[in-house]
């Protein structure tokens, strides 16, 4: 746990104020690969599956934001996913093809497939149609309805596993791809009607195709695992030009929108452009544009966006890049919501994983203040209280831990616990020690059967009662209240009529009494906990999603953050726009426009100082602030690099060891952007002259990854 310390300098008041902040550096997740991918065009939203079955949605009209996360299902093996408008279904090794519900986040139908276990799958837009392919050769095509599969038949049987499977844009072809053999069958008659041969790089061993697509003049783009990328003429039968891309594996292929550039990759991790180009003759032909190496690792899938395409693969970042700025954007695998909950200024913090909590407890030093570089030595090193594990590894939605460090609660998707942690008093003025951890039984045992998608903790003024917010799939608040007995008990609901909200809960936010609650169609209401009552119902700045919202410790205002960069604060009582959400968005800072990800969270240390981050960048914002400094004052000293976890460093800036200079931004509000060459995973204020940062480092995730593909270069051993 790394100390650090922070002046801030107001204006024309020449005060310093120290912040000190803990960088804890022991957050070890665990990456899960990322194992195929689907993007719909209509509601701009990225779907993945991870390696253990778990679901992401991504909003990717804008800065990427991880907007909603699908626990796995028991026993469920997802092999492939797809779009059709905004419906996303899975099949997988089960042999089942399931619908989800967004709202919900859980399975909302399920169809069987014929034959057993489904390896791939596609749909067409021209039909509304599904087809699916199977273990024992079988396609099978559904109708899509509004609310439901109904089977429409089943093609001709083939021989051996079918790995890949496309549509013709229009719908009277699909295409299909299995071991050194592609098939191009006719939706009407269910018979293939023509059949193509890969040939083998060696004899006696086998060419799988996995991946494939169709263009609109009957063009096929293949890529097997001998390295090659081959194109076909559907048409005919005949083979046009092979491509001998990569030097292992080619696993996907897709398209642009257009259908005019397609992108191809695998095990070696180079994503190869190809063009279609028209000759004099009026012919068209494909050639090997430009090529991009975007990880170290296999690539498992690959998604065409407007101007950006994404990759996922075993390194289990999400990786966006361009090929004209050659920008490229990773994405490190961490939970949808902060992965730390402080308890007030106890010094303890809660730390979520994907199937269990920790409660930790902080180093802390003596010394108050240093030199500018200087180490804060630790008289007492960080130290593990408890872990808490869900039964039969759950995947969390949400935890919380309150202000005393007393309670602390979990859901998952069939089940919301809540514990309590026994403290023995400390004894000549050391610090308490923990007993055990109980769990708490609720009055109403159907209350813990709908668990919430995210929850808060709060106390009001003058109870001595702890109460738990939640939120759900569905628009509704509940209060809940941990007796002096130990039990949890209904107090309050708001259904969806009474907090004007029209589709299921995304944030919550409390601070005293004051409660402001967002939907995902970025809806924000703000509710009085005491009387159980709407103050208002807030504007919205902007159309695109919402990524963070907090209240500020006064309760008068709201900080609202979107993904298109603008940032918005909300007069809770008059519902309008304070003057500084105007001056900050008319004359964004290219440093602040610059970032290439969305903001992850939001806090206010102060009524006037607000704490925003990504996983790039630590943001400080004074909204005091009315004249740039002077550069004299702008000045921040080098960090001494400290590579231990229990170390502690002073310097003039809430940066971190080997981090880079933050960016001061000018105009009347001021803004420090500091870059971190590490993930930083979350940002929380423990008090008012305190931050939390949790870092996450590439080695420590490269650290659990599987070895990557050996490449001999020239001069290297």
């Not at 790039?616 to 909204?623: S, T």
């Not at 002259?689 to 290297?716: N, W």
Request: proline share 6%; net charge neutral.
């Amino acid at each position: 746990c790394l100390i650090h310390f922070y002046k801030r300098t107001f204006l024309r008041v020449f005060k310093m104020a120290p912040f000190r902040v803990h960088t804890i550096r022991f957050y070890e997740p665990e990456p899960k690969a990322i194992h195929t991918m689907a993007f719909s065009r209509d509601n701009k939203l990225l779907a993945l599956s991870r390696s253990d079955s778990s679901l992401e949605i991504w909003d990717v009209q804008h800065l990427p934001v991880f907007l909603k996360f699908i626990p796995p299902l028991n026993d469920v093996q997802i092999e492939c996913i797809s779009w059709y408008k905004n419906r996303l279904f899975s099949a997988g090794l089960h042999g089942f093809i399931y619908e989800y519900d967004l709202q919900r986040l859980d399975v909302k139908n399920k169809c069987a497939v014929t034959s057993g276990p489904a390896w791939c799958m596609s749909v067409s837009y021209a039909k509304n149609q599904i087809a699916v392919g199977t273990e024992e050769g079988f396609v099978n095509i559904f109708n899509i309805l509004p609310d439901s599969l109904e089977f429409h038949r089943i093609l001709d049987k083939q021989e051996g596993r079918i790995m890949c499977v496309a549509w013709h844009p229009k719908g009277q072809y699909i295409v299909t791809g299995s071991t050194d053999t592609i098939r191009v069958w006719s939706t009407n008659t269910g018979h293939p009607v023509a059949r193509m041969t890969t040939g083998r790089m060696e004899r006696k061993k086998e060419t799988i195709v996995w991946s494939l697509v169709m263009t609109e003049d009957s063009t096929i783009i293949s890529g097997d695992s001998s390295g090659r990328t081959s194109f076909w003429n559907g048409a005919n039968g005949t083979h046009v030009l092979t491509v001998h891309s990569h030097a292992a594996d080619v696993l996907t292929v897709t398209l642009n929108a257009k259908g005019n550039t397609a992108f191809a990759t695998g095990v070696e991790p180079t994503v190869m452009h190809f063009q279609e180009i028209r000759k004099p003759d009026g012919t068209r032909k494909w050639v090997k544009s430009l090529h991009r190496k975007v990880g170290d690792h296999d690539i498992r899938c690959l998604a065409s966006l407007k101007e950006n395409y994404v990759t996922g693969g075993v390194d289990s970042y999400l990786t966006i890049s361009n090929f004209s700025t050659k920008n490229i954007t990773r994405l490190p695998p961490v939970p949808r919501t902060s992965v730390i909950q402080m308890a007030g200024q106890t010094g303890l913090c809660l730390l979520k994983y994907r199937c269990h909590v920790e409660l930790w407890k902080l180093g802390e030093s003596e010394l108050k203040t240093g030199a500018i570089g200087s180490n804060l030595p630790l008289n007492r090193e960080p130290a593990k209280i408890v872990q808490l594990e869900t039964p039969h590894e759950e995947n969390l939605m949400c935890s919380g831990i309150d202000t005393d460090g007393t309670f602390i609660f979990y859901s998952t998707r069939k089940r919301f616990r809540v514990f309590e942690v026994e403290w023995t008093p400390g004894i000549n003025g050391k610090s308490p020690t923990p007993k055990g951890v109980q769990k708490l039984r609720f009055q109403d045992k159907s209350a813990s059967l709908e668990p919430p998608h995210c929850a808060a903790f709060f106390k009001a003024k003058g109870d001595s009662d702890t109460y738990i917010l939640c939120g759900y799939g569905v628009p509704r608040i509940e209060c809940f209240a941990i007796s002096r007995e130990g039990v949890v008990v209904t107090c309050w609901s708001l259904e969806a009529a009474a907090l004007q909200l029209t589709t299921s809960i995304q944030f919550i936010s409390v601070a005293g009494r004051t409660a402001v609650i967002s939907d995902f169609n970025s809806n924000i209401v703000a509710v009085d906990l005491k009387s159980v009552r709407l103050i208002s119902k807030l504007p919205a700045l902007s159309p695109a999603c919402i990524t963070a919202i907090t209240v500020s410790p006064d309760q008068k205002n709201c900080l609202v953050a979107y993904s298109d960069q603008k940032l918005a604060q909300i007069d809770i009582q008059t519902a309008k726009f304070t003057p500084f959400t105007g001056k900050f968005n008319q004359c964004l800072h290219p440093d602040w426009k610059s970032r290439q990800v969305a903001v992850s969270g939001a806090s206010y240390m102060k009524p006037d100082l607000m704490l925003l981050y990504d996983c790039q960048n630590l943001i400080l914002i004074d909204e005091e602030s009315e004249v740039p400094e002077p550069e004299e004052k702008l000045h921040i000293s080098e960090a001494n690099h400290d590579d231990s976890q229990d170390g502690s460093l002073i310097c003039s800036s809430p940066t971190y060891s080997n981090s880079l200079p933050p960016r001061i931004t000018g105009g009347r509000e001021r803004v420090r952007v500091h870059p971190n060459p590490n993930h930083l995973i979350a940002a929380v204020p423990m008090d008012s002259s305190t931050i939390v940062c949790v870092e996450l480092t590439p080695d420590q995730v490269e650290s659990k990854l599987p070895p990557s593909l050996r490449v001999k270069k020239f001069g290297a051993s």
